[in-house]
């Protein structure tokens, strides 16, 4: 299986790596990075190894944790890459949102 990165999820991605290089280094930003690369890989292999969370959502979407995020996607073909959030932040408003 494959997978498809959204908007959303892209522009968090890219949030978290700009404020981790700025905080931490360059380094870390693309260690992180190359985790979420293989995350993004590892649940489009296995689709259904994510956690449902119906307290979150009542959507069809699966959560993986990578580190202190949550990566959110739909488990479809192409597996959907729907947001990759922080576990403090509101996540259930922030998919209704989306």
């Not at 892209?10 to 979420?36: H, N, P, S």
């Not at 990566?71 to 408003?93: K, M």
């Amino acid at each position: 299986m494959s997978y498809t990165v959204t908007e959303p999820a892209r522009a968090d991605l890219a949030g978290l790596l700009d404020a981790v290089a700025a905080d931490q280094g360059l380094d870390t930003a693309d260690r992180l990075e190359e985790a979420f690369v293989r995350a993004f890989r590892r649940v489009a292999e296995f689709p259904h190894i994510g956690h449902a969370r119906k307290d979150l959502t009542s959507r069809s979407l699966r959560f993986w944790q990578v580190r202190r995020w949550m990566l959110v996607y739909q488990p479809s073909d192409p597996v959907l890459i729907v947001r990759v959030l922080h576990g403090a932040r509101d996540v259930a408003t922030l998919l209704d949102e989306g």
